[in-house]
């Protein structure tokens, strides 16, 4: 075994208690890694990979970033979903007896990240933790940068995986001994990082966790407690009061709704821009931009909140010139939740607390813009509004406008604050005019014309008289201090006490600056909860005024709640129609009652079936997240949940085809949902032959009007079902209309009541511009195909093999048995075939590994 050097020896034993980290090694201005840490830094830092003699046979590979560009070589790391643990040398290398010691001061982590790129100023920033008790889930969520805790019990690891999706955690915290599967299936959906951490430990946490009365609460919030002191070692006095919630007081939409009806990200992009969100974003403030976000994936149940958020937005529309006075006085409010997190964290500077006090300088003038409104509700906020008027006092009088960035450079304070940083500043800044005054009242005093005032850094000041003159110096003043060839160098007292005072002035100003400023960041840690209240009451108002600017920019109108029907008239999907400019949006009504609660839409692709889905749930969802909705009017169900099947997307990560995802999305929905859900199904059974895919949705469309009973919109091309309303009740058939001129297809999107005509396919494919010839043909094809009998879907009754026996060109997923011969012996050929499509697991395969199998058995067949 290698014998390393002693430095060496200290990383070894130092990275073995981090070993799913970076370990940045201090060792004088730069960070140092060495062996693996270093090969893979410089892979991905894209730095020089060097080596180092450390006492071994081989040398050891070494990278280092200097110390002041650190921060950036960390978020760079951090981004990539690293951990960076950061060891400083806690010694002073001339007191140290061998070699200096060395400690981890905080290791940071996705989910802890305070500042840098990895923060986004309008996003939250979650760590989340994760505890399997039986037959539940402790559910855990902190934001350390703004002290945001949320905690719950879910029911299933779905659940769990549809709130990290929702919430966007960045790292997740578990236990060593927590299902390596269920930790597989977490992060197929997410890249997140996966810690683990066994202490439950609550010891200190009294204020923010005693309302918890469930230990699984309790032990599920620990584990993150002693994630955050273990890896932060730092204050956390920040962190607020855990709040408890309960995913059924809130809509219901797993991943996959939240992805198709492109709520906070879009499906291809996979960024903001063309979401919801997007559209919705006409906030001030970063911190209620993540409110926003917060509402978004979370509308409300209860009818009553969601009125008092709609009249808060009436209010807001009614008075225009209020509502922009407003918007003018959150523009300047920085962002006070990170601002209390950097108090505690011990990270903020002096610019930082300006930001702070220039935020609260706004609030008395957001208060009398809600007073002047003249409406109860706005007149208990502003009364309500905790101004922190003495922390602003005490900012104003303690810190200077435009202090630097560093606390240990000076220039901090306020002329006043502090009487004897004042002394020390009259002697750094009025030094040189004092002594020139001194020198003149010398020269008066003695009558030496010649007396000087000078320094030097060895004797510092001294008076200087000529040989000549030394008699004309009053005795017992002056104190000899230097002997030179033609002169001496005297000091009085006076002069040498001005002289300690202005050596030191300028190191004694910055020790005592940083000081004061330590102690006042103290002094404001006090306010952190009062200001956390405030916080959350600016990003309200900032959210609700959102959405009366919103509603008032693009013509919406407020909804009204009935349990007994939905009625839309005119409208619009507001993303597309943002989208879409100057163009004109095509409205449309939706019509459900309680005795006719399902659509079946038919028309031709590119007709905004999809659309028109989607803005029966968009206006759904804005509707119970308090804002106005995009139509002339609306009248609405309060949902408790909504699922959709729409688009279609390979599931490549956990190598699922188009077809599996759409019958998991299917089943989730079908399992799930209440007579109170909204259910959307876009085209299921595509996936499949086309007889398979056409009885598939007949018995999902039977199974939802028997069994569930949910407001159900479900579009598809199989015309043949359109027969089924005949048979049930709830069902009513709807299409978009469509016009042909001049043998092209002019798209109406329009919704009209009854079926569709005709699908338009190969219109659609002249549109897309395939070749002429390929065009003609498939025309040809067309009319040959409606001139034979074509095979009808019997109404309300379960598709099976009967309706598949004429056709010998589809493969069935039904037990369709191969013809005899006419010895009523079936071809051994065609047995092997059976019993090896038998013997296929198709839940277990790639869409490429269905295709390779299906690629054997067709070669067997031939």
Request: proline fraction near 3%.
């Amino acid at each position: 075994m290698a014998t390393y050097t002693p430095m060496i020896q200290q990383y070894l034993k130092i990275k073995a208690e981090y070993q799913d980290a970076f370990l940045f090694f201090r060792l004088g201005d730069f960070y140092e890694m060495f062996f693996e840490d270093a090969k893979r830094a410089s892979a991905e830092l894209e730095i020089t990979l060097t080596s180092r003699d450390g006492g071994g046979d081989e040398r050891i590979p070494m990278c280092g970033v200097p110390y002041h560009s650190a921060p950036g070589y960390i978020e760079a790391l951090i981004e990539k979903g690293y951990k960076v643990a950061i060891c400083e040398q806690t010694e002073d290398p001339k007191q140290a007896k061998g070699v200096v010691r060395r400690e981890v001061v905080q290791l940071i982590t996705p989910g802890t990240v305070m500042n840098g790129r990895g923060l986004q100023e309008r996003e939250n920033n979650y760590l989340a933790s994760v505890t399997a008790f039986p037959s539940k889930f402790g559910f855990a969520l902190t934001d350390l940068s703004t002290g945001e805790n949320q905690l719950a019990l879910l029911n299933s690891l779905d659940d769990i995986i549809n709130e990290m999706y929702s919430m966007g955690a960045k790292e997740l915290v578990v236990d060593h001994g927590f299902p390596e599967p269920w930790i597989k299936k977490m992060t197929e959906r997410s890249k997140i990082t996966i810690s683990f951490e066994g202490e439950t430990n609550t010891d200190g946490f009294a204020p923010i966790i005693d309302h918890l009365e469930d230990l699984r609460l309790k032990e599920t919030f620990g584990r993150l407690l002693n994630y955050l002191q273990k890896t932060q070692k730092r204050s956390l006095d920040h962190l607020q009061k855990v709040k408890i919630y309960q995913l059924h007081d809130f809509m219901k939409m797993d991943l996959y709704s939240k992805r198709n009806l492109e709520l906070t990200e879009t499906i291809r992009s996979k960024g903001k821009k063309g979401s919801l969100l997007w559209l919705l974003d006409e906030t001030k403030t970063a911190m209620g931009a993540r409110m926003l976000k917060q509402w978004i994936d979370r509308p409300l149940l209860s009818e009553q909140e969601i009125e008092n958020r709609l009249q808060m937005v009436q209010t807001l529309l009614d008075h225009y010139f209020e509502r922009e006075d407003l918007r003018e006085r959150l523009k300047e409010v920085y962002d006070l939740e990170r601002l209390a997190g950097r108090v505690a964290f011990g990270n903020v500077n002096a610019r930082d607390l300006i930001q702070l006090k220039k935020s609260l300088e706004q609030v008395p003038a957001i208060q009398a813009v809600l007073t002047s409104i003249k409406q109860e509700r706005m007149n208990e906020i502003a009364e309500n509004i905790d101004s922190c008027s003495d922390l602003t006092e005490l900012l104003e009088a303690a810190l200077v406008e435009n202090p630097p960035l560093s606390i240990k450079d000076g220039n901090i304070m306020k002329d006043g604050f502090h009487e004897q940083l004042d002394q020390f500043r009259d002697a750094s800044r009025n030094g040189k005019s004092w002594i020139a005054e001194l020198e003149q009242q010398e020269r008066v005093r003695t009558g030496i014309k010649s007396l000087k005032i000078g320094f030097n850094r060895v004797f510092g000041y001294y008076i200087e008289v000529t040989r000549a003159n030394i008699h004309l110096l009053e005795e017992g003043r002056y104190t000899r201090k230097q002997t030179l060839t033609n002169a001496e160098r005297f000091i009085t007292p006076e002069l040498k006490e001005k002289e300690t005072l202005i050596l030191e002035a300028e190191e004694k100003m910055v020790d005592i600056e940083y000081e004061l400023f330590v102690n006042l960041r103290e002094q404001v840690k006090q306010y952190i909860p009062r200001l956390q209240a405030l916080s959350k009451c600016i990003s309200e108002l900032d959210v609700l005024q959102c959405f009366a600017v919103i509603s008032e920019k693009r013509h919406y109108s407020k909804p009204s709640f009935s349990n007994q029907e939905l009625l839309i008239k005119e409208g619009r999907h507001p993303v597309v129609e943002k989208v879409m400019n100057s163009q004109e949006y095509v409205p449309n009504d939706c019509s459900f009652s309680k005795e006719r609660g399902m659509l079946l839409i038919t028309g031709p692709n590119m007709s905004g079936k999809s659309t028109y889905m989607r803005q029966v749930a968009l206006t759904a969802i804005l509707a119970q997240i308090g804002c106005f909705v995009p139509a002339e009017e609306a009248v609405l169900p309060i949902f408790d949940q909504i699922f959709t099947r729409i688009g279609a997307a390979d599931d490549l990560i956990s190598g699922q085809s188009t077809f599996m995802v759409e019958m998991l999305e299917a089943k989730n929905a079908i399992v799930h949902a209440t007579e109170n859900s909204l259910i959307l199904f876009d085209e299921i059974g595509r996936g499949t032959s086309t007889y398979d895919g056409m009885a598939l949705a007949q018995a999902i469309i039977e199974h939802i009007h028997h069994y569930i009973g949910a407001k159900t919109l479900f579009s598809t091309h199989y015309h043949e079902l359109t027969s089924l309303s005949d048979e049930l009740p709830q069902l009513q058939n709807v299409h978009v209309s469509a016009i042909e001129e001049n043998g092209k297809v002019v798209f109406l999107h329009k919704i009209k009541e009854g079926p569709a005509d005709k699908s338009y396919g190969i219109h659609v494919a002249e549109l897309a511009e395939l070749p002429e010839e390929l065009i003609s043909r498939a025309k040809e094809i067309l009319k040959s195909l409606e001139a034979e009998q074509t095979v009808k879907v019997p109404p309300a009754v379960m598709v099976n093999e009967e309706a598949f026996k004429n056709d010998e060109t589809q493969l069935s997923f039904f037990n369709e048995m191969p013809k005899k011969k006419e010895n009523n012996q079936v071809p051994k050929k065609d047995m092997q075939v059976l019993d090896q499509i038998r013997s296929i697991n198709l839940l277990e395969m790639t869409p490429l590994d269905a295709m390779n199998e299906l690629y054997q058995i067709q070669k067997k067949l031939k």
